[in-house]
């Protein structure tokens, strides 16, 4: 009755695909470089009083839009007992409205391609990036609001049939957004079905996007999330040594390929991770408490922007953006400036011959259910640098004094370019030294890829940060 | 290096041993009987006004503790484009604190026995039902505070080394306390560890707890949860036919057995149901805004207990309640009583030579997030018998008209009897009619025992209704 091995085996086919089929790498390359130069983009930092239709309203000092739609930024009291700051105030981003995040796939000369937009966002590094076939709010695609309608609307909001090969709710940056969450999906349209390209579209494969995120900020977020969606499915005594999927892997790969597939072998089956993440939840308490944004402690409003009192963390900034060519577009807005650039990565392992993650369980303000599963180090903040004791960050050595060899990917990715103004931080996967020890502390476990993936499938688990690394894991 | 199949086994082998062990199903319903007449109880309604230790918030109405402890009855506002009514007022339990419920398990001459507890609560019917070996609270398990510590507490709070065999986060009733979710666990003691059974206490097997739970009011709410989340596992090409579970199993159990155990063959794929439930929750929202319970429109304060206006859902009285033989207990509390009986059924059918449960995607005010997975039919508030159209209930004529020979499971079982007062509900599975249509309503979908034991590892996805089925299921 079910065709789940059908459909696994075409995301899988298409993972496999790096050389050229409809394009190439190197083409795609070229593709959004000139996309880029062509567009011209005005984008600079104004004092937040400064922005047009924006406003502080006046009893909270809360940053909203005129219209009342959108987002606005305001505050809140976090207090927990998880980590070594126990009570902290901080602006955060509060956005309702749950996002679409769409690719549209199509089987060419029997292989799945995605359709990919070459998208300029104000906060782009590079900036333009590849985005997802659509980036869409519901009223956008529910039409409750008038105004321009997303190019390929009708492939998600059930106008014209397709199939949905994903659709997951996602979380955002939990200690940017409050509680916000994202759909995430991939939905199929008939190969013989002519899908006519608009100029700021390409097709690639799963193989090809997954050496594109390989370079530095080419791949945006949004894409990134949904990619890392993919079920590929187990294949019981099917995976690792031999067969086609075999042969196209390198050694490395392999290793990532065994530990995608393979459901049966593991260090923790996963009742007992879920009994690791129930105790946790259970241990650690996590109270946020919404305040007006002129009243958060540790942050003043300076110089047209408001910043943290030591200058950490990040600040609220308003852009003023104009981008175009034949059409302008002209705004202004507020968005996130993060203070240094972060890192996130994973320290990978194999134990019984199937690499695991080391995955860390992490308490974010804005999470929707206290902790999610997140990369073995994450930090947006810079603060590891400082190596104060308020922050020490476990296996940040293992991390930045990896060897050349050991790592199996490394590179600078943009935070979603409508929110966050030019951040990047340098994602890594590290396989670990020999004698890295297989203990660890109380919030960390060690996990397979097809452990993620299951996860992956259920909502609130796995955070953004492991879900842009699971997405540059290629095999 | 994962032992899960053997874990999955021990479950198994317990849920088939039917007969006489420790003890067998005759004498543990002699046993408990025994218990509830040796047992002194005074519970009597009282006036909310006339209770000790409880009063009403002067600023709300609330109805709270003097200690700031224990609960609260709170107002709620609901808002919800979800069903035919968009928008309801209504009192709800607030219970900040998470509760513990575990049973310990323990091979006896090598089969897995749990260890339940004979309990009275001052709204149970039955006056004594089988408990789990535990019930506490997160500051019981903590020793936050002074007092009495519950028996067997060190096996569930890291003192006693036990192997952790289920430890999940399950919701509570949506309709009637707000985002209330206990920790259900399962800890295994090694057989050879002596262990005291002290007088109220008696060691079950899974196939006798089983078979206690087709009687009505014997076994409670909080058992039947636990029990619930137990993992059995997949064996893929064992199930079914043959082999020493189909041995044990009768005609209609073998369906159930390979619709638990087989993950191959169902109507639907896992994805497809997460795409399901995500195009869901998408699709509705759940607005809930705290009031003061004095404001809340449609409910009265009427002789001494908060009803609706019509004599509707619930009311919320006050009980003064007394218990005990050598030491007498003596409080008095809040406590919900419903005003008629409910019902919560599942519909299954054959699709493919495989058990298939109808799941109801269902919205309830307090629902940690948006829509948990219910019974086809669940009405706690006896809706479905005024036949209005407002409370058009789908499929409860299936449910009423059903043909004895279709019923499979048909037992009454009580709500947790520490908040709700005498409130049972017709537990039932019912095997549709040939005819009955495989399409259904857009938040229905059909599903085996495989996928919903995989939705309840997984928090909040399956409703307490659904779960108090499921532990019901026997092979």
Redesign the interface.
Known sequence: ????RQ?ENDFFKSALAKGATVSSVPLILEWIKSKSSAMKTRIEPIPLERMRSWRFDEASGDIVHESGRFFSIEGIRVETDWGLVSRWEQPIINQPE?GYLGIIAKKIDGILHFLMQAKIEPGNINRVQLAPTIQAT?SNCTRVHQGKVPLFLEYFNGERPVT??????QSEQGARFLRKRN?NMIVEVPEKEPLPVPDDFIWATLGQLKELIRHDNVVNMDTRTVLSGI?FGSY?GHAGESGPAAEHAGDHDRHFLRSLLDP?????????I??WI??L??RYHLRVTRLPLREIKGWEYNGGSIRHQDGKYFSVIGVDVEIGNREVQQWTQPMIQPMQEGIMAFIVKP??GVYHFLVQAKLEAGN??VLELAPTVQCLTGNYRTGKNEYAVPFIDAVLGAKKERIGYSALQSEEGGRFYQEQNRNMIIEAEPGFPIAVPDNYCWMTLNQLSTFI???N?LNIAARSLIAAVSF
């Not at 009755?1 to 789940?4: E, L, N, Q, V």
């Not at 949905?164 to 709710?169: E, G, K, M, P, T």
């Open positions: 009755m079910s065709t789940t459909i749950i519901k949905i090969r994903v659709n997951q709710l759909c079920p019981v049966e072998n593991h260090l923790h089956d996963l009742d007992r879920i009994s129930t105790g939840k259970m134990i019984g929707f259910d499938k259920f909502n688990y």
